[in-house]
């Protein structure tokens, strides 16, 4: 079924384009990196609880909230707050979100590049060589091979981005998601398969709530938005390419559903193996390059299995990337009026050049610090701690307070051709809870308080 767009912009064919589109900028390394070392840091199964408490009270009306701006104002992150709010200082919103998408993809890419590194050394059978957190620190403190893979992922992600959003974000969204939803299926069923495997899944399905802090909460709820990507407008950019006949309130129930799958799964594919091993599930920041890579050493078969695990953390990487990408490259194109083409071009470039600096932080730039921190870590810091709580904060302010309620429910109804029986809770959250709830994951991040 095609979904046009009375603006004439380019946009999304197809319902399940608009899905595996939203859905790839949501599920990356979030969701396969982060959230399994997150969740063992915090005692499993009781985040895993708050998590999706939190995934459906919070993230989804957030969700919601940036797809029905950009759809409404058919424009960038940038020119949607400028289109609703014109003359006041709420494109600014906007124009966060772009900072954010920028500093978010330098550092992103520098991850999204070891992904490709331990590609090759799971196809090179390099893990067998001796101690692996030995090897990611050498790897990672080198210069010439991180900044090459690097290079190569951006150029991956340029090239898609180039094609357009039909013809290339779309095009390949449909082929990435369903490739890696079929990869980490294959990779559950090898992890569960191990003698001792149901250890891992009473982490993390069994819940021990005296696990349960302040801090793990707010984990959660950081957790959560980071794994869907809301604050930095990509998908308010997403939003802006959805045609007006599609229903904003299921396209954003599937894309939430697809998240919340990926990142469950990815604590079932490395928790069991994790547990019938003998690893720690507390490893940290280091479970995916350091544990991980031990494990299949003792993995029966895991030779074959490390190859998929990176191929489709390499995957699930450029889901991200892309719609990271995005949000800039539709700026420069709207704003600066220059062909999409250039824009990209002109994108790429100039976040690899940050990007360097990032990658390197941990080599020849690593004397370099900010207030204390590297390179990577204060763009980090900036961007998740900042940028994006702040971000996501000013966008819920700005649908409950500043739009009309009235303008509000037509968006979500399509011109009152849907029902719409969830808009009064949704109003609700958007405009008392989840202000609220983001607001203390800000001054938590930022240290103005500290509540654990």
Not at 58 to 76: T, Y
Not at 204 to 227: C, H, N, T, W, Y
């Amino acid at each position: 079924m095609s979904i046009s767009n009375p603006s004439g912009r380019d946009t999304f064919s197809s319902k399940f384009g608009v899905i595996a589109a939203a859905a790839g900028s949501a599920v990356g390394l979030g969701n396969i990196w982060r959230f399994p070392y997150v969740a063992g840091e915090n005692g499993g199964g009781a985040f895993l609880l708050i998590y999706l408490a939190f995934i459906i009270a919070i993230g989804l009306p957030v969700m919601l909230s940036e797809l029905l701006i950009g759809r409404k104002a058919q424009r960038n992150a940038f020119g949607s707050f400028r289109k609703l709010a014109p003359g006041s200082m709420w494109s600014v919103v906007g124009l966060m979100g772009v900072v954010a998408a920028f500093l978010i993809l330098a550092f992103y890419s520098t991850i999204s590049g070891w992904t490709l590194e331990y590609l090759y050394q799971a196809i090179s059978n390099g893990f067998s060589h001796g101690d692996t957190k030995a090897m990611f620190d050498t790897f990672k403190q080198g210069t010439f091979r991180p900044l090459m893979w690097q290079m190569i992922f951006m150029l991956l992600t340029a090239w898609i981005v180039f094609s357009g959003v039909k013809n290339g974000i779309e095009k390949y969204a449909k082929i990435l998601m369903p490739l890696l939803f079929f990869l980490i299926l294959a990779m559950c069923g090898r992890s569960l398969s191990l003698p001792g495997a149901s250890e891992g899944l009473d982490f993390l399905f069994k819940p021990d709530f005296s696990k349960i802090s302040v801090g793990v909460v707010l984990e959660a709820l950081g957790q959560a938005a980071f794994s869907l990507s809301i604050g930095m407008g990509a998908l308010i950019t997403y939003g802006s390419y959805i045609g007006k006949q599609n229903n904003l309130g299921k396209t954003s129930v599937q894309v939430t559903i697809a998240d919340t799958l990926i990142a469950m799964l990815s604590g079932v594919m490395i928790f069991p193996a994790v547990f019938a091993l003998g690893f720690q599930p507390d490893s940290g920041a280091g479970l995916v390059f350091e544990v991980l890579p031990k494990l299949f050493l003792e993995m029966p078969g895991g030779y074959f299995f490390s190859i998929l695990f990176f191929f489709l953390l390499a995957v699930a990487a450029l889901t991200s990337t892309i719609s990271v990408l995005e949000v800039v490259v539709a700026y420069f194109s709207e704003e600066l009026k220059i062909s999409r083409k250039k824009a990209t071009v002109i994108g790429a470039f100039s976040i690899s050049v940050l990007g360097v600096f990032a990658t390197l932080s941990f080599g020849k730039l690593s004397k370099i610090s900010i207030l204390g921190q590297s390179v990577f870590e204060i763009m980090e810091y900036t961007a998740a701690n900042v940028l994006l709580p702040l971000g996501a904060l000013l966008i819920v302010i700005f649908v409950a307070w500043k739009l009309k309620k009235l303008k509000v429910r037509e968006e979500l109804s399509n011109q009152n051709s849907l029902k719409v029986t969830y808009f009064k809770i949704f109003f609700f959250i958007i405009k008392w809870l989840a202000p609220f709830a983001i607001a203390a994951v800000f001054l938590n991040g930022i240290g103005f308080i500290r509540l654990g």
